[in-house]
């Protein structure tokens, strides 16, 4: 499923409609290059989890992992400053993966396997992939695809 954004007020909004229909457990892998909009993206997510809206939503670039209040907990994770496959195994991210939680992973590309790029590290299987590619300085491609257990439908996904 594709959309465009012209704005971060449709990233936000994106995000947002994404976030409210998310489930205890779902993962979220975001991949797309610096300044696409990936953090932008994860504020309207927090948002569409109830996350208080005066709560302020960072990238944990430096933190690796920040954790906030919404109607299930989220677990917001930067793979940006990781360079090696150790770096990600010592973060322990099973545990929060496989919580009750939502997690979204900036910079998942990451977690591709080098030999097997079509697998993932960690062994994350069930997961929904958002790839953000920049068109123009205000436009963005958000791309979702769904890999989640068959009797679940797709997350909702719409620019209302």
């Not at 927090?46 to 208080?52: K, P, Q, V």
Request: aromatic share 8%.
């Amino acid at each position: 499923m594709k959309n465009i954004s012209n704005s971060p007020e449709e990233t936000l909004q994106l995000g947002k409609s994404l976030g409210g229909s998310l489930e205890a457990g779902d993962i979220i892998l975001l991949f797309g290059d610096l300044g696409a909009g990936k953090t932008c993206f994860t504020q309207g997510v927090c948002h569409g989890l109830e996350l208080d809206k005066n709560f302020y939503i960072r990238s944990p670039t430096f933190t690796l992992i920040n954790e906030y209040p919404g109607r299930l907990p989220i677990y917001h994770i930067d793979l940006y400053r990781l360079d090696t496959l150790e770096e990600i195994y010592s973060l322990g991210l099973e545990e929060v993966l496989y919580s009750q939680g939502i997690t979204i992973i900036e910079w998942a590309e990451k977690l591709r396997s080098s030999q097997k790029p079509e697998q993932l590290l960690l062994n994350i299987q069930d997961r929904i992939e958002i790839n953000i590619k920049i068109i123009s300085d205000s436009q963005r491609e958000f791309t979702l695809n769904t890999f989640l257990p068959a009797p679940r439908s797709s997350p909702d996904f719409t620019l209302l």
